[in-house]
């Protein structure tokens, strides 16, 4: 069975700086994807980026990158000069590349940015 | 992009009674969906796979004859929580899958208070 860890519970940041989330997979599938959402207060689900299981390429999209590194199993996401808006809980999450595409999310870190 | 709508976004019943939320890909059509349970501060946790035209696949722990899951077309999935009681308060968000690209796509929540 598939497992996501984000170890960290809980960061707070000021303003302006970086900081990363962590996630780690357990899978034996050896085609899968990893997806990063964030959840704002409102509940919905915003999704930031799906990384298939053979492209270990990091990725930079504005103030967020990825890096994924298959050896560790690990999916991290960094902001860049965090701002207020980026408040909320993020998800990383796990998906079998099959028919059916079951997504197994991770417990969640909530970042708070305090101006 | 795709979406996914749910309706409705928020509802209040009295325990006993039986609710239903609509889930409904807008712009693709979707073999598959999902429907997922949050409960506060919690992760997202899968309860059911639904498949157009065939019965719904229940994860474990998972009561089926509660949770109802009815997916009649290519765009419309719902989940009727039966004799509601206030434990099953909770949010709940589907996904739908595209029968095309197998992308998912999640819609905005439905938040179930049961008094």
């Known amino acids: 069975a598939q497992k996501v860890t984000q170890a960290q519970t809980e960061i707070s940041v000021v303003e302006k700086e970086d900081v990363t989330l962590d996630c780690v997979y357990e899978?034996?599938?050896?085609?899968?994807?990893l997806f990063w959402y964030k959840q704002p207060p409102s509940g919905e689900l915003v999704f930031l980026i799906r990384r298939n299981s053979f492209d270990e390429q990091n990725e930079i999209s504005g103030r967020y990158s990825w890096n994924f590194q298959k050896s560790t199993s690990s999916f991290n996401f960094t902001i860049t000069a965090s701002q207020v808006v980026d408040s909320a809980v993020y998800f990383c999450a796990f998906s079998n590349s099959g028919g059916y595409q079951k997504v197994t999310f991770g417990t969640g870190t909530k970042l708070q940015v305090i101006p | 992009g795709a979406v996914v709508s749910q309706h409705p976004s928020w509802v209040i019943c009295k325990s006993g009674t039986s609710v239903k939320i609509e889930c409904r890909s807008l712009?693709?059509?979707?073999?598959?969906m999902f429907w997922y349970r949050q409960f506060p501060k919690q992760s997202l946790m899968l309860m059911a796979t639904s498949n157009e035209g065939s019965k719904a696949t229940y994860e474990q722990g998972v009561e089926k004859d509660k949770f109802l899951i009815n997916h009649a077309s290519l765009t419309l999935s719902t989940l009727t929580v039966t004799s509601a009681h206030p434990e099953d308060s909770s949010f709940y968000i589907c996904?739908?899958?595209?029968?095309?690209?197998?992308?998912?796509?999640f819609g905005p929540g439905t938040r179930l208070t049961v008094t």
């Open positions: 712009d693709f059509q979707a073999t598959t």
């Open positions: 996904s739908a899958q595209d029968r095309g690209s197998y992308e998912q796509y």
């Open positions: 899978t034996r599938d050896t085609t899968y994807y």
